[in-house]
């Protein structure tokens, strides 16, 4: 059965510091990750990633996938308030034609 | 990316009752799907809408419970029938600019408490 799992599953962090986040998946023949932000309803759209070893980055937000290790972290430097969320991945396999959600980490920095 | 907005935002219903869900991208989209986030889970797939034809169940998802329309590419309904307090939850419509391994967008989602 496809699944993903998300580390750590909770995180409280002090502005300035520096997190990773882990999405770790098994699915049969994949095809891409997504990562999301979602604070309070809407999942944020950060990165799609398909490929091993290239790094996308968006700001203080950087991620990237290594597919020999099924596994991608998402990193975010100089954390702020305002990246207090949920941060959700998502896998899609051509075994199942869909994507699966990981249960997220729920990260909280503080002031 | 597309903009999609979803009524109602928010809404408390009873027991029996149903609800309908709207869903507006301001472009048209090849593909619209329907999510369900129940209290502290993951995002689960309930359905694929169709342009034209019967949306795509996912296993544990009925057209009965969940009937979907999709009348053009720009819109989609979902309806949560004969609703019990086990469907409360955030209901979010996604697009996505083709089929298969995309980037999926969310709309803002719509929050269901069933009494």
């Known amino acids: 059965e496809d699944k993903v799992v998300q580390s750590p599953l909770s995180l409280v962090v002090h502005e300035g510091d520096t997190v990773t986040l882990n999405c770790s998946y098994e699915?049969?023949?994949?095809?891409?990750l997504l990562w999301y932000k979602q604070e309070k309803k809407a999942p944020t759209f950060l990165f799609m990633l398909?490929?091993?070893?290239i790094e996308k980055k968006s700001g203080r937000l950087s991620s990237i996938l290594d597919k020999k290790e099924l596994s991608s972290i998402l990193n975010i430097t100089a954390t702020q308030t305002g990246d207090s969320a949920i941060y959700l991945c998502?896998?899609?396999?051509?075994?199942?034609?869909?994507?699966?959600f990981g249960t997220g980490t729920r990260l909280k920095v503080l002031a | 990316s597309a903009v999609i907005s979803q009524k109602p935002s928010r809404d408390i219903c009873q027991r029996g009752t149903s609800l309908t869900i709207q869903c507006q991208v301001d472009?048209?989209?090849?593909?619209m799907f329907w999510y369900r986030q129940q209290p502290g889970q993951s995002l689960t797939l309930i359905a694929t809408?169709?342009?034209?034809?019967?949306?795509?169940?996912e296993s544990g998802f009925v057209i009965d419970k969940f009937p979907i329309s999709r009348p053009n590419l720009t819109f989609s309904t979902l309806t949560v029938s004969n609703m019990s307090p086990e469907d409360s939850s955030i209901y979010l419509c996604?697009?996505?600019?083709?089929?298969?391994?995309?980037?999926?967008?969310f709309g803002p989602g719509t929050r269901l408490t069933v009494l």
């Open positions: 398909t490929s091993s070893g």
């Open positions: 998502a896998v899609y396999g051509s075994g199942t034609y869909k994507y699966i």
């Open positions: 809408a169709n342009q034209g034809s019967e949306a795509t169940y």
């Open positions: 472009s048209q989209v090849t593909m």
């Open positions: 996604s697009v996505s600019p083709g089929q298969g391994a995309n980037e999926q967008f």
């Open positions: 699915v049969t023949n994949f095809r891409s």
